[in-house]
């Protein structure tokens, strides 16, 4: 069997549905769906099997305006995403249509998009009638020439299974890039390392929003059925640190205990969560993360 594998970045603004539609094709609750804005970056976020085919989707920060530094970099990052995957997925919300934002990622994709192979999502099709989206469809079309426009209900499951399909047959013909025992264990190490990040980032609102990341470092099995997990927050400067900790640890305590009580009614089993927080200057920029899962994201593997 030939295998195929490759890199699917889904982008779209803020709240497009992007976590929803990956849960959906990945199978599992790998990206925690919030109503909060603004909670994913750029990472890889759940592997798909499709056949021969290893898709790898990448989660890109929402493709906004950005005003502040950060808000810049992680903009740069969106569009990092978007030169190195092999397929690029623009969602849309339907009932929104062609909002500033979008207009936006039409002119950056029109920049950056010759010779990239670019389909369209229109989510939330649930929220409008059908003369609405073919209009939708066809402006769209002529804003930029997708190569190929799919109508879907992330949250209802229609299309993404036929998404699922278009993507799997235009993965580069390439080895598989996780074992596939290894999959099974992957996500959910990323389930519980968002989980921790959607308590912390819950917690301290405006105060780091996007300058932390959480990893999971270990995954123990215990005998008598629970679950060890050890968690590393990392923060990108010294003073965050004790932001992240609270007065006498009080935050990081109520933040473990959520994130232990809700990863431990996902298992439907007793978990130990662990976190210890550490800092970890210029993370945004770090390719770190995907070699640690044996991928060399930045360096021409994807
Ligand atoms: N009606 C409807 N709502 C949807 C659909 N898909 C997603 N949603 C909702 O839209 C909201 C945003 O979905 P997310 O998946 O978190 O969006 P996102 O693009 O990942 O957002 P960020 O993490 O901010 O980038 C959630 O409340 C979803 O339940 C859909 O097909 N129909």
Request: net charge neutral.
């Amino acid at each position: 069997m030939t295998q195929r594998a490759g890199f699917v970045a889904l982008i779209g603004e803020p709240n497009a549905g992007k976590s929803t539609l990956l849960n959906r094709m990945v199978g599992a609750k790998v990206s925690i769906v919030t109503h909060k804005v603004q909670t994913t970056r750029a990472r890889i976020r759940g592997v798909a099997i499709e056949g021969d085919s290893q898709i790898v989707f990448v989660d890109t920060p929402g493709l906004f305006q950005p005003k502040r530094r950060l808000d810049r970099a992680m903009v740069a990052a969106a569009w990092g995403g978007v030169a190195d995957a092999d397929v690029v997925v623009l969602m849309i919300e339907a009932h929104r249509g062609i909002t500033k934002g979008v207009e936006a990622i039409l002119d950056r994709l029109a920049e950056v998009g010759t010779g990239r192979t670019i389909a369209l999502a229109i989510n939330k099709i649930d929220r409008v009638e059908a003369p609405v989206l073919l209009g939708l469809t066809k402006d769209l079309n002529d804003r930029y020439a997708f190569a190929e426009t799919f109508l879907i209900s992330a949250e209802k499951g229609h299309g993404a299974h036929d998404l699922r399909l278009w993507l799997a047959d235009r993965m580069p013909e390439e080895p598989w890039l996780y074992p596939e025992d290894q999959i099974a264990d992957l996500p959910m190490r990323m389930i519980a390392a968002e989980m921790t990040r959607e308590k912390l980032t819950l917690r301290l609102h405006q105060e780091l929003p996007y300058q932390l990341t959480v990893e999971t470092e270990n995954w123990e099995e215990r005998k008598d059925g629970s679950a060890k997990v050890d968690q590393i927050v990392y923060v990108a400067r010294d003073g965050h640190k004790g932001i992240v900790l609270g007065n006498r640890g009080e935050t990081i305590k109520a933040v473990s205990k959520a994130a232990r009580e809700e990863l431990s009614e996902f298992l439907g089993r007793k978990v130990h969560l662990f976190l210890q927080v550490k800092v970890r200057p210029n993370w945004l920029e770090e390719s770190e993360r995907y070699s640690e899962m044996g991928l060399d994201f930045k360096d021409g593997n994807a």
